[in-house]
C-alpha cells in the first residue's frame, strides 16, 4: 500500500520561506514520478510542481520554489521562498507514473499540509 505523508506546513509572513516533505512508503520515488499541488479556498487544485528525469513547474512558481528528492530517505521537498499570500492553500504531494501537470494521472496523494501566508 502507497502512503504519502506531508509535513511542514505552517504559518509564514510574506516574503519568507517553508520546506515541505512528503515521506513516501509502499513505492520508490525514484521510479516515479512526484508532484505537489494545491487547493487555495474556493479554488480548484492545481499544479504547482513535479520532479522525475527532470523538474517541471507552474508558471506562478517559478524561480520562487524549487522540487527535490532524496532518495535514501524515499522523501520529496518543496522548498518555498518569497512566499506571497496567493500561495496560501492546502499543498498535497502526489505520485504517477508519468511526469505530469495533470492531476487526473497521478494514483495516490498524500492527506495535505496547509500553508498560511499572511500578507
Known amino acids: 500500500q502507497v502512503q504519502l505523508v506531508e509535513s511542514g506546513g505552517g504559518l509564514v509572513q510574506a516574503g519568507g520561506s517553508l520546506r515541505l516533505s512528503c515521506a513516501a512508503s509502499g513505492r520508490t520515488i525514484s521510479r516515479y514520478a512526484m508532484g505537489w499541488f494545491r487547493q487555495a479556498p474556493g479554488k480548484e487544485r492545481e499544479f504547482v510542481a513535479a520532479?522525475?528525469?527532470?523538474?517541471l513547474y507552474a508558471d506562478s512558481v517559478k524561480g520562487r520554489f524549487t522540487i527535490s528528492r532524496d532518495n535514501a530517505k524515499n522523501t520529496v521537498y518543496l522548498q518555498m521562498n518569497s512566499l506571497k499570500a496567493e500561495d496560501t492553500a492546502v499543498y498535497y504531494c502526489?505520485?504517477?507514473?508519468?511526469?505530469?501537470?495533470?492531476?487526473?494521472?497521478?494514483?495516490?496523494w498524500g492527506q495535505g499540509t496547509q500553508v498560511t501566508v499572511s500578507s
Open positions: 502526489a505520485t504517477g507514473p508519468q511526469l505530469q501537470t495533470v492531476e487526473a494521472l497521478y494514483d495516490y
Open positions: 520532479i522525475s528525469w527532470t523538474t
